[in-house]
C-alpha cells in the first residue's frame, strides 16, 4: 500500500475519533454542568449531594429567620398540573425544612415527566441546600394519578454573614417540569420520589 495512502487513512481515522469524542462531550456537559451547578451554587442552583448532607449535621440553627417562597411551573408539552402546598413559609437559617408538592396527570395516558430547578436571587444558591427533592428524577403518571413530592432543605446561615448576600431577606425556590423524551413503560411502578414522600408524611397529617 502506497505511504501517502496509509497517511490518509490514519489521518481520517483520528479525525473521526475527535469527532466521537466532540459528540460525546455534548452529551456529557450537560449532567457534567448540572453536576458543577449542584456542587458550587453556580448560577443560582442549589447546592445538592452527599457533601451537602454531612454539612448540615453540623449546622445549628439560628434565630434569624427567611422568607422562602415556592414557584411551580409546567411546560406547555406537558399536560400536567403542577403546584406547592403552601406557596411560602419562614424558616430559621440552619433549620432543616421539609415541604411538598403536587403534580397531577390530566391527561387520558400515561406521561413521564422531569423537572428542573433553580434559586433567585441567584447569589443566594450556595447558600441554599436541598437534602431530598424530586428534581431530574423522571416522574410516570397514571391517567388522572395525582402525587405528592417532598422537599427538604435548609438555608446555610452563612448568608446573612457574607457582605454579598447579607440583605437577602426572602428566597424563591423555582420548579419547571418538562416532558420526558421516552415513553413510560407500560408497568409502571411506584417511583421513590412517590414512597418517599408517603415515608415522610407526619401522622395524622393529611
Known sequence: MPTSR???RVVAAALFAVAGGMVGLAYASVPLYRLFCQVTGYGGT???????????ERVQPTAE???VEFDANVNGDLPWTFAPEQRRVQVRLGEQTLVFFKAKNTSDRPITGMATFNVSP??????FSKLECFCFTEQTLKPGEEIEMPVSFYVDPDIHKNGDTREVRAITLSYTFFRALKEPPKDSTVSAVRQSAENRREPGRT
Do not use: L
Not at 447546592?47 to 454531612?54: D, E, M, P, S
Open 6 to 8: 496509509r497517511n490518509n
Open 46 to 56: 442549589p447546592q445538592t449531594g452527599a457533601r451537602v448532607k454531612t454539612a448540615a
Open 65 to 67: 429567620m427567611i422568607t
Open 122 to 127: 441567584h447569589k443566594a444558591g450556595s447558600y
